[in-house]
């Protein structure tokens, strides 16, 4: 299509002026080099690059080295942390069962005592008087506590 002169180019289209490279959060730009301005006779004739990439193998060796140690440093730290976190799950779950434990503890012997003083009034009952319930369950529970006492007795250590 000829434009003449009293025509205008037609305007850019979005479609044509938009970048169809995927959008990242990362973008990562390639280091252009700057080139130096010369300053001697020998400079002048010859163009350096300055960069910030080293230009020797050992510079080179030694800026990935750098990267590596950061690397390592920051696992290590990663480590630790992840090991402190580990650390305070488990003591909190210890504390939470800790408490679970002592409060149903707590109500299993108010449980007993009330058991046992039921054991009493209906035995006292039976037998015609409180006295002789409240003895049996006692004498009960001294019985137990000494088979509890035997059973339990530790050995001595055999030299």
């Given amino acids: 299509m000829a434009l003449t002169r009293s025509q205008t180019p037609p305007a850019p289209s979005p479609v044509d002026s938009a970048s169809f490279e995927r959008e990242s959060p990362i973008r990562v730009v390639p280091a252009v080099p700057k080139i130096a301005k010369p300053e001697s006779g020998l400079a002048e004739r010859t163009s350096t690059l300055v960069t910030n990439e080293p230009t020797t193998r050992t510079g080179r060796l030694t800026k990935q080295f750098s990267g590596l140690t950061d690397d390592v440093k920051e696992i290590a ?16 779950f ?3 069962k800790a408490k679970q434990g002592s409060v149903a503890g707590a109500i299993a012997l108010l449980g007993a005592f009330f058991l046992l003083i039921t054991i ?10 409180m ?15 000494g088979i509890a006492w035997l059973a339990l007795k530790p050995k001595p250590p055999t030299t």
């Fill in 120 to 129: 009493g009034l209906g035995l006292g009952w039976l037998l015609g008087h």
């Fill in 77 to 92: 730290e990663l480590r630790v942390a992840l090991a402190k976190a580990e650390f305070a799950e488990k003591v909190n």
């Fill in 131 to 145: 006295f002789w319930g409240f003895l049996i369950v006692t004498g009960a529970l001294f019985v137990c506590g």
């Fill in 94 to 96: 210890g504390v939470g």
